[in-house]
């Protein structure tokens, strides 16, 4: 019997967010460490408080270093489209709390948060359960899908998998798109450890599916021995286009290999081993995770169709159960669909004529000159991640004028990272930011790290402030070259991006373009975490918690 919401504490959305976000330092004051560790107990327990919702639900669980956000994405906003109700969730967010959890792609409304939030803290203090941030949330996520009657559910993993919250679910169908080195303080320091705790969302008598990886061995052996039947995506693909589910090998993007293997292959004569190394330059990641979405589709049919019996059948059901993957719409529904800052590209615009004709040493003129900049939100966060976004941008973005913009977290390899990063651009086109995040690396370990790599400081500062005509911009955001110089001081992201758009667009204001092509492109990645206040900074309008902590303050 499942628990029936009700609100019984918070007083509005901005109360509610405020104790969600203190939860894991009471806990660290009491000696409980976030995430749980090794243990599954208190979201079971209160998983099972709530009636185990999601086990009478289609379930998709989808874990991987990279690709596991976009994946839950393509794959719960195709089954929308066609009809299907399906509820997402996903960490972490980027602007809102509320983007965890999803129905149909809308966000969960302040007052059914607030109305989640104090029934699971209900929960908690009547069980005396020391739930963690993460732990609560994805129960408000469980109580929140059933309460709108969802025909399906897309769960992205948190950390891992094995000791992942998300974990206490039987699945229709877990997926892993990735491994890579990350989070090795809790998954373990090889591929084949991290593999190994991914792994551990593979259920007896579930189906997985594991994307291309040079551990793939290690993941379908672990799924094999737990009971669950385990398909790799490119036999997947080849099965299903012969059996006509999906376009006929190599007649449609989403059909053919991607090429994720590099040339040279490392043999170890000693050991008589030959490891193949994954290179994510040579992966065109939006199409790979699109494959992974499209078979994850297919499989999630098959089951439905062959074992009827396992789910109370829906009218959302039948129509998993009937969807054509052959459909172009669908096809390309899967490939459209992208969450936010992974390679979001905005325009901004400004008119530069007022600098252009200071530079010149001319007479002001009257005729507008305006310039456009590419800025590019990707919070590719980890090697593998940022190897990709570094190709990518050298595809997409050949003969710009390019800086960057980073922040980093110190679990990460940040040295790995930014030496990355300088083969994109050079290093004092690269500009820090720290973010709020507690483990958040600041501006000046990331400098230092920056010139370990390449055995030479960062200059402390740019030429370019000759001027002081601010430029306006599109959106009533000001940039002021005459403030754009880097001092390299731990200022916040909206300061930081203010100074490096206005020193793009006095640059730019020098150059020789055609009106209406892009003059400079800026990228914003390294965390996820410096994404918020970028967008605010940037006039996007979307829920963002900045805003509603200073709307009821």
């Not at 040279?264 to 494959?291: C, F, M, P, W, Y």
Request: hydrophobic fraction near 35%; include cysteine.
């Amino acid at each position: 019997m499942s628990v029936p919401l009700s609100r019984i504490g918070f007083k509005n959305y901005t109360a509610a967010l405020k104790h969600l976000n203190s939860v894991n330092s009471i806990l660290k004051a009491e000696g409980i460490l976030a995430p749980s560790s090794m243990s599954l107990a208190n979201t079971f327990h209160l998983y099972e408080l709530i009636g185990k919702p999601l086990d009478r639900i289609p379930t998709i669980h989808i874990g991987g270093t990279n690709g596991k956000g976009s994946t839950c994405l393509k794959m719960s906003s195709t089954l929308s489209s066609i009809g299907v109700r399906t509820g997402l969730f996903v960490s972490p967010h980027i602007a809102s709390c509320r983007e965890r959890i999803q129905v149909d792609g809308e966000l969960i409304s302040e007052d059914d948060f607030v109305t989640c939030l104090d029934r699971v803290v209900s929960l908690c203090n009547d069980h005396s359960i020391p739930a963690t941030y993460f732990e609560i949330i994805f129960i408000m996520s469980c109580l929140r899908f059933e309460a709108a009657k969802c025909d399906a559910v897309v769960l992205e993993v948190g950390v891992g998998g094995e000791w992942d919250a998300t974990n206490v679910i039987s699945s229709a169908l877990a997926v892993i798109c990735s491994v890579g080195m990350d989070h090795m303080r809790i998954l373990g320091d090889t591929l084949e450890k991290i593999a190994t705790t991914k792994s551990g969302i593979f259920k007896r008598g579930g189906i997985g599916l594991i994307g291309p990886s040079e551990v793939e061995s290690t993941m379908r052996a672990v799924g094999e021995s737990r009971g669950c039947v385990i398909h790799s995506l490119y036999d997947s693909l080849d099965t299903l286009s012969s059996l006509g589910e999906i376009p006929r090998k190599n007649t449609h993007p989403l059909t053919k290999v991607v090429d994720t293997v590099a040339v040279n292959e490392s043999h170890n004569e000693e050991a008589g081993d030959r490891s193949v190394k994954v290179n994510a330059s040579h992966v065109d990641t939006d199409i790979l995770n699109s494959q992974i979405a499209l078979a994850g589709l297919c499989l999630l049919k098959q089951r439905l169709n062959t074992e009827e019996s396992v789910y109370p059948s829906t009218s959302g059901q039948r129509l998993i159960r009937s969807m054509n993957l052959t459909d172009a719409s669908i096809l390309d529904r899967i490939i459209s669909a992208r969450p936010p800052c992974r390679w979001e590209e905005i325009s901004l615009e400004a008119d530069v004529s007022p600098l252009f004709s200071l530079l010149d040493d001319e007479q002001p003129s009257t005729a507008p000159r305006r310039v456009k900049i590419k800025v590019i939100l990707d919070i590719g966060h980890n090697a593998p991640a940022i190897e990709a976004l570094v190709h990518k941008a050298q595809d997409r973005l050949g003969g710009l004028p390019v800086r960057v913009l980073c922040g980093m977290s110190r679990d990460k390899d940040a040295n790995t990272c930014l030496r990355l990063l300088s083969s994109l651009v050079p290093v004092d086109k690269i500009h820090f930011v720290q973010s709020s995040n507690f483990r958040a690396l600041s501006t000046t370990e990331l400098e230092n790290i920056v010139s370990k790599v390449h055995t030479e400081n960062l200059p402390s500062s740019d030429s370019h402030t000759s001027t002081s005509v601010p430029v306006e911009l599109k959106g009533s955001v000001l940039f002021d070259p005459a403030s754009s110089s880097f001092t390299r001081t731990s200022e916040g992201t909206n300061t930081m991006l203010r100074r490096v758009l206005g020193q793009m667009f006095l640059e730019c204001s020098q150059g020789a373009y055609q009106q209406g092509e892009y003059a400079g492109a800026l990228l914003v990645c390294g965390s996820g975490y410096i994404m918020s206040q970028t967008k605010l900074e940037l006039g996007i309008d979307e829920p963002n918690d900045i805003v509603a902590l200073e709307r009821d303050s």
